[in-house]
DNA sequence: TAAAAGGGGTAACAGCGTTACCGACTGAAA
DNA sequence: TTTCAGTCGGTAACGCTGTTACCCCTTTTA
């Protein structure tokens, strides 16, 4: 009988990536950022901490590839949201997939995007393939300017708007300054009113 | 010749206290949450670790006094925002305090808001005297309830939603995803879109 | 005066990220 | 085929973290 990690090992180093990522995604997943550290990831993946360092570089290097796991991701969620016919519905439908990917995965999310890793900083490029995510929402917003649904305007600059409407209320929840109600009120009334305010006079 | 600690000592338990938690505001505002470590406090107030454990009962007992003075500190700063004889240009004012606090002090800013201090999560009744620091911003939109400046609506439901969206930016901006001055330009498109959202038709 | 009690320093514990050392294994060259 | 170079990985250690058992010393109380 061999181990998971003597199976991988024969497998390639490849495998031994990302068997040591399943380990952490799990890790994470289950028990939060705390339950992160080198030595407890080795030991789940059954190997010796030094794997980690040859293969990732050290923890940061290992996080990193979590990071990008995690708006791999997000990136699903979001862009399995069904079209809909009007496009401000689906606009409106991709912020509730925001908040829903959110809630699912907080610590993903937290560590996305309020660095609560204490030493982990995304690399310029990590940092610019995440950017990629948010394409799903500003080709929406696009849509909804070119139905002559939203004013004449840049639609990033909306798009961003309403990721940081929708951001905000995300993280104030995880931080419990609100509960679950409170936030899914605000996340709604805080979308009607960018809506209303982007929308072409009717 | 007495070392601060001891004269700390000989004025009595709080200024003990207060001696450490000067300390500890110190070292957060120089060189973030990492550098609060209760060996590097006790060390740069001249005691032994033991007395941070019988004073505040762990670093946690610590942490949250610093949560509580990092509210008292953005409470000043939001407090201290002149008044306006318009009270939506007011609003805006207040608005742009919050997003200034938390460029001046960040690092009080994440741990107040963003958690970043790995095992600590404050007190129930810590987290009730921290929503009094929204007393002002409340209370702006009720004047601009009351001038009628803003269509009929729960004005702590308002607030909230400026909160969020204020909250949004910055924390976004503190993470690295807007630059200084993208942040500045979507912070005044978010309250231009809010605020036209919630006046009353002109 | 003697006893009780409490605060604080020392030194230790387990755990953290990281790495120097060294053995083992692989691949190429002779 | 044999030998040598080079790399990969396990062991054990270093310095750091939060925390606490132990003991001394001071202060208060009987």
Do not use: N
């Not at 952490?24 to 030595?39: F, M």
């Not at 393939?129 to 305007?153: H, N, Y």
């Amino acid at each position: 009988m061999s181990s998971a990690y003597e199976q991988a090992q024969q497998a390639g180093q490849g495998a031994v990536r990302a068997a040591i990522c399943d380990a952490a995604i799990e890790l994470l997943v289950a028990e939060g950022p705390a339950a992160l550290t080198v030595r407890r990831i080795a030991s789940a993946v059954g190997c010796s901490t030094k794997v980690i360092y040859t293969l990732f570089g050290g923890k940061d290097g290992l996080v990193e590839e979590l990071w990008r796991e995690g708006f791999t991701r997000f990136g699903q969620a979001l862009g399995g949201v069904r079209r809909d016919a009007d496009p401000v519905a689906y606009l409106e439908a991709i912020g509730r997939a925001y908040r829903a990917y959110a809630l699912a995965e907080p610590h993903y999310y937290r560590i996305m995007f309020e660095g609560v890793v204490p030493g982990f900083e995304p690399s310029p490029t990590a940092r610019q393939d995440a950017r990629e995510t948010f394409a799903v929402p500003v080709s929406a917003v696009e849509e909804c300017l070119k139905a002559g649904l939203f004013a004449e305007a840049d639609a990033v600059e909306i798009a961003d708007t309403l990721w940081i409407a929708a951001h905000g209320v995300v993280s104030l929840e995880l931080a419990g300054f609100f509960t679950h109600d409170e936030a899914e009120r605000r996340f709604e009334k805080m979308a009607d009113a960018l809506i209303s305010a982007y929308s072409t006079p009717t």
